[in-house]
T-cell receptor
Framework: SQTIHQWPATLVQPVGSPLSLECTVE??????LYWYRQAAGRGLQLLFY??????ISSEVPQNLSASRPQDRQFILSSKKLLLSDSGFYLC?????????????FGSGTQLSVL | GENVEQHPSTLSVQEGDSAVIKCTYS??????FPWYKQELGKGPQLIID?????GEKKDQRIAVTLNKTAKHFSLHITETQPEDSAVYFC????????????FGRGTSLIVHP
């Protein structure tokens, strides 16, 4: 069966510090991968998605970047965190070639930038 | 692009009552409508989905209805229980297309014991 791992679960970082959140998927090949953010409210904001290694699409210009160094690994990064980067970050995957279908979410990372 | 509106933003019910969450979409080509449940501190999980070739789908206490003409779909939860308390998201997309599902803004359901 497929599983998605996301870490860390909680992170407190000072303003201006770097960020690296990692997500890995097991049990499937060449999945579509996604990073979402939930700010103070409940909405899901799509940040990045990837349909393959080296293929990253950015949905919103911001202080963050994403990389996909391996088929089932997706990394969210920042060189210098801002207060506005605080939020709940979610990684998700979907079946190869089916970006429009069901998403499987990880357990999330609660990021607090102080 | 697709636009999904979800109402209400907050819904409070007594245990045992029914709860209904409604969503409307703008793109008549959309044909896949999933619903996700997000418990506190966790990621959303798919609970039910419907395709446009059916008007209703049921799974125990939850059901989803779809009105293609009016471009709206609803989640119905009967005999609500405290463990149904969560944030629920609807979404819409086109199967086989290249667009990622568009999500509604979420509904916080609170079930009072």
């Amino acid at each position: 069966s497929q599983t998605i791992h996301q870490w860390p679960a909680t992170l407190v970082q000072p303003v201006g510090s770097p960020l690296s959140l990692e997500c890995t998927v097991e049990g499937t090949s060449n999945p579509n991968l996604y990073w979402y953010r939930q700010a103070a409210g409940r909405g899901l904001q799509l940040l990045f998605y990837s349909v393959g290694i080296g293929q990253i699409s950015s949905e919103v210009p911001q202080n963050l970047s994403a990389s996909r160094p391996q088929d089932r690994q997706f990394i969210l990064s920042s060189k210098k965190l801002l207060l506005s980067d605080s939020g709940f970050y979610l990684c998700a995957w979907s079946v190869q070639g089916r970006v429009a279908e069901k998403l499987f979410f990880g357990s999330g990372t609660q990021l607090s930038v102080l | 692009g697709e636009n999904v509106e979800q109402h209400p933003s907050t819904l409070s019910v007594q245990e045992g009552d029914s709860a209904v969450i409604k969503c409307t979409y703008s793109d008549s080509a959309s044909n896949y409508f999933p619903w996700y449940k997000q418990e506190l501190g966790k990621g959303p999980q798919l609970i039910i989905d419907i395709r446009s070739n059916v008007g209703e789908k049921k799974d125990q206490r939850i059901a989803v209805t779809l009105n293609k003409t009016a471009k709206h779909f609803s989640l119905h939860i009967t005999e609500t229980q405290p463990e149904d308390s969560a944030v629920y998201f609807c979404a819409a997309s086109i199967l086989g297309g290249s667009y990622i599902p568009t999500f509604g803004r979420g509904t916080s359901l609170i079930v009072h014991p």
